[in-house]
């Protein structure tokens, strides 16, 4: 069976065309070509400068292995596998790879579509387990534990989180870890913000470290800020899992383009540069956030995300959230992501800190709300 189709490309197809400022993306200002091999070393420049542009490995250019590898101190590069279409691509497989008919998953929710959608075009079932957006999105673990049925085979989690900015503990994390493994329940870890916590000390160990059984999922489009790339991976110390979704991928993608690979390679060696070039903008755009929000309490409940660069506002007006997202966009050419889309009914709406024009976003949405007597 296809999946259902994914709500939030079918509301960015929609209104692309006419946005001018998208105040919701996901991802940071993305960098030049130009600018990302300026940060070439000696080795990659001479890659980059031979590179064939044939057919590359199915599992990933092994340099470019090694550099994912090296987030992962648990995990050894011969367990990580590249993905060509990103860390959707790694969702597909991962779902593909442990889920079938009268299978059951739980997923933190709300939650992106590739980690809920597949599943019931395999005969699987799902659960979602609300983060508590009343006591600072706090998972509950608890709640977590009593989702579990005999036959789940799989627990979906996405920490920094799209769309609330949530983040549990380090203690939060291990314990959730553990109870699954103790389940006989694989973690699936969407770890694509990881990196983009505002203080080092609150990242997260990466879940295919702390577990051999789970699976980490990473991308190069968002704290590196190279979503044009498509490069994404899945890291598993489990042989079972990385096996199987390798002869998926050989009727997918096959390989990753070998450009992409190499300029891939090329940041992960900066990625120090990169990330601190991301949390700048993100922290510059939270303080704008906290100050426009803070200046509508009457307008919009805003709570500032943990981590990460998206946060979940919710619009406190007697209108429903897609109503005011389709006039502020066709009146100020200003994007929000209504919360529909994650199949929220609470009126939220995702707001994206990634994107250095944000603050003009801003003044376009003060203009709107004035002009309507807000």
């Known amino acids: 069976m296809i999946p259902n189709p994914c709500k939030i490309e079918g509301f960015f197809g929609r209104w692309d065309p006419e946005v001018e400022y998208f105040a919701c993306a996901s991802d940071v200002d993305p960098l030049s070509l130009r600018d990302l091999l300026e940060l070439a070393d000696a080795d990659t420049r001479a890659l980059w400068n031979g590179l064939e542009l044939g057919y590359t490995e199915t599992t990933g250019h092994p340099l470019l292995r090694e550099a994912i590898a090296d987030q992962y101190p648990e995990t050894a590069a011969t367990e990580v596998t590249v993905c060509a279409g990103g860390a959707v691509e790694a969702l597909f497989l991962l779902a593909h790879t442990l889920l079938g008919p009268g299978d059951h998953a739980v997923v933190v929710w709300p939650a992106f579509e590739s980690l809920h959608r597949i599943a019931p075009s395999l005969g699987a079932t799902i659960t979602g387990v609300e983060l508590d957006a009343d006591n600072g999105w706090r998972l509950d673990i608890d709640a977590v534990r009593k989702a579990l049925q005999p036959n789940t085979r799989a627990l979906f989690v996405n920490f920094p989180h799209n769309p609330t900015g949530a983040l549990p503990s380090h203690a939060e994390f291990a314990e959730l870890l553990a109870m699954a493994g103790d389940a006989g329940v694989t973690v699936v870890s969407d770890e694509v913000y990881r990196h983009l916590e505002y203080d080092d000390a609150d990242t997260l160990p990466a879940a295919c470290d702390l577990d051999e059984r789970a699976v980490s999922v990473g991308v190069m489009s968002k704290a590196y800020a190279l979503a044009g790339l498509r490069i ?123 994107r250095s024009a944000l603050p003009q976003a801003f003044e376009r949405m003060e203009e709107f709300l004035t002009a309507r007597g807000h």
């Open 232 to 354: 994404g991976w899945f890291a598993t110390r489990n042989p079972a899992i990385t096996a199987t979704a390798r002869t998926l991928k050989d009727y997918t993608t096959v390989c990753s383009s070998a450009p992409a690979e190499i300029l891939s390679l090329i940041a992960l060696r900066a990625h120090d540069h990169l990330i601190e070039r991301s949390r700048t903008i993100i922290k510059a755009n939270l303080a704008h956030a906290e100050s426009f929000f803070g200046s509508h309490p009457d307008t919009f409940a805003w709570a500032a995300p943990a981590a990460g660069m998206l946060a979940f506002p919710r619009l406190l007006l007697p209108v429903p959230v897609e109503d005011f997202v389709t006039d502020l966009v066709r009146d100020q050419r200003v994007l929000l992501l209504p919360g529909t889309v994650f199949d929220t009914t609470d009126n939220r709406f995702r707001v994206g800190l990634g």
